[in-house]
């Protein structure tokens, strides 16, 4: 079992339309939990934090459900520009920290 | 947010040369620096973690003698992909952590080195 999955994608969804990832880590070292965006043949960028009171910024909402080993990320009023790979990161600490990246979800917004 | 550079940008190089890549924290001290690889759809691989003035820990599965990395200062991380092979054609991303050992700290991200192995 991978140490963190996400969900398969592609998304394809209209502009204007409300867009759910979901992330699992398998890890109960995982300490720390990011969401990252990639755009097409370039680096990861911090999207957001992640925390267990749950955190929002504009459109993009993130939750951390430490119980069930979940994180997610809601994006509303999705835009165009929306349109890249997010990938769900965690972070374990085992001795050392460890950083883990998800295989990312594809998002596709259309006009 | 911090800036961490990356040379060269893309590169392209006959099977069997070594290909140097510079990663270059522009405005902050990083002690910790990381290596990753990306295929196509795929998502980031850690290699290793390069660590200022000592030896890099190296995931399992990457040849340490293969893809040397050199951390000579809070600066600067080097990593030469030697004996190129068409195989080692990848995205190489490189990241830097502001404070070492704090978890929470963000990573920054290089703007990754496109090798292609001919």
């Known amino acids: 079992r991978k140490e963190v999955e996400q969900d398969p994608g592609p998304f394809n969804v209209p502009e204007g339309a409300t867009v759910a990832f979901n992330c699992t880590y398998s890890?109960?070292?995982?300490?720390?939990f990011f969401w990252y965006r990639q755009d097409c043949r370039k680096e990861p960028k911090l999207l957001m934090s992640v925390y267990s009171s749950g955190n929002e910024d504009g459109r993009f909402t993130a939750q951390l459900n430490r119980a069930s080993q979940y994180i997610s990320l809601l994006i509303r009023d999705s835009k165009l520009s929306d349109s890249a790979t997010y990938l769900c990161?965690?972070?374990?600490?085992?001795?050392?920290?460890?950083?883990?990246f998800g295989a990312g979800t594809r998002l596709f917004v259309k006009a | 947010g911090a800036v961490v550079s990356q040379h060269p940008s893309r590169v392209i190089c006959k099977s069997g040369t070594s290909v140097k890549i510079e990663c270059r924290s522009l405005?902050?001290?990083?002690?910790?620096m990381f290596w990753y690889r990306q295929f196509p759809k795929q998502s980031l691989m850690l290699m290793a973690t390069?660590?200022?003035?000592?030896?890099?820990?190296?995931e399992q599965g990457v040849e340490k003698d293969k893809f040397l990395i050199n951390h000579a200062s809070l600066t600067l991380s080097t990593l030469t992909v030697t004996s190129a092979h068409p195989e080692d054609s990848s995205f190489y991303i490189c990241?830097?952590?502001?404070?070492?050992?704090?978890?929470?700290?963000?990573?920054?991200f290089g703007p990754g080195t496109r090798l292609t192995v001919l």
């Open positions: 990161v965690v972070i374990l600490n085992t001795g050392g920290f460890k950083t883990i």
């Open positions: 405005d902050f001290q990083a002690t910790t």
């Open positions: 890890n109960s070292a995982s300490q720390s």
């Open positions: 990241s830097a952590r502001s404070s070492p050992g704090t978890s929470a700290n963000e990573q920054f």
């Open positions: 390069s660590n200022e003035g000592s030896k890099a820990t190296y």
